[in-house]
């Protein structure tokens, strides 16, 4: 079945600790999404890319870095500078918008617990 | 700007009783895509519904049901005759065409549906 895996689904990470989530898709969508949420605050956009090597800061890039080396793959991790990481983590991907907006397609979410 | 208002930050109802969720809109384009997902337990955001800009038509889909009425920017989901599985929170969603495929999220409401 067609989906996108993200891992792990819980993760604990050491103050000062750098960690990569990870997040892959086999629906051949081009664009794919990163979202933090925190409780109340809905989703927020960490950072997304449209076409491999390439992608752009959403609106809380700061203590995050992504790559984008394959169509398939889209890890995130999250940096010791992010001051505040404890939260859930949703990965998403869409199909090309030229031909339409569809809407994404979402990953079951990793919970980042900072200890 | 793009926003999505969700004022409604929790409700809860009994058992096969009707509920409405409101979600308001803002955005300059002419061309939007909204969209409504539910987050249950697990995490996971499930796509309920894609309504663009140019398509008014009220849409039912089983217990579900959504009301788009462009003069007041409204997106309106009722669930009726709900039942428990419905507990979850449910996001709504906007993406501009103009906009690079970013989808904003309103806060979401968290339903509870009581036995």
């Known amino acids: 079945d067609g989906g996108i895996t993200q891992s792990p689904k819980y993760l604990f990470r050491k103050e000062g600790q750098n960690v990569t989530l990870s997040c892959e898709q086999n629906?051949?969508?081009?664009?794919m999404y990163w979202y933090r949420q925190d409780p109340g605050q809905g989703l927020r956009l960490i950072y997304y890319?449209?076409?491999?090597?390439?992608?752009q800061k959403g609106d809380i890039a700061e203590g995050y870095s992504v790559s984008r080396e394959k169509k398939e793959s889209f890890p995130l991790t999250v940096t010791s500078a992010q001051k505040n990481p404890t939260a859930f983590y949703l990965c998403?991907?869409?199909?090309?918008?030229?031909?339409?907006?569809?809407?994404?397609?979402f990953g079951s979410g990793t919970r980042l617990t900072v200890v | 700007a793009q926003k999505v208002t969700q004022a409604q930050t929790e409700i809860s109802v009994v058992e096969k009783e009707d509920v409405t969720l409101d979600c308001v809109y803002e955005?300059?384009?002419?061309?939007?895509?909204l969209f409504w997902y539910k987050q249950p337990p697990s995490g996971e955001l499930v796509f309920l519904i894609r309504?663009?800009?140019?398509?008014?038509q009220n849409e039912i889909s089983g217990r579900y049901s959504w009301n788009f009425q462009k003069s007041t920017s409204s997106f309106n989901f009722t669930i009726t005759a709900s039942q428990v599985v419905d507990s979850a929170v449910y996001f709504c969603?906007?993406?501009?065409?103009?906009?690079?495929?970013?989808?904003?999220f309103g806060k979401g409401t968290r339903l509870h549906i009581l036995p």
């Open positions: 998403a991907s869409m199909e090309n918008r030229k031909l339409f907006n569809y809407g994404y397609t």
């Open positions: 629906l051949n969508h081009d664009a």
């Open positions: 890319s449209q076409i491999v090597n390439d992608f």
């Open positions: 969603a906007l993406s501009e065409a103009k906009r690079d495929d970013k989808i904003i």
């Open positions: 955005t300059r384009d002419t061309t939007y895509y």
């Open positions: 309504r663009n800009s140019f398509d008014e």
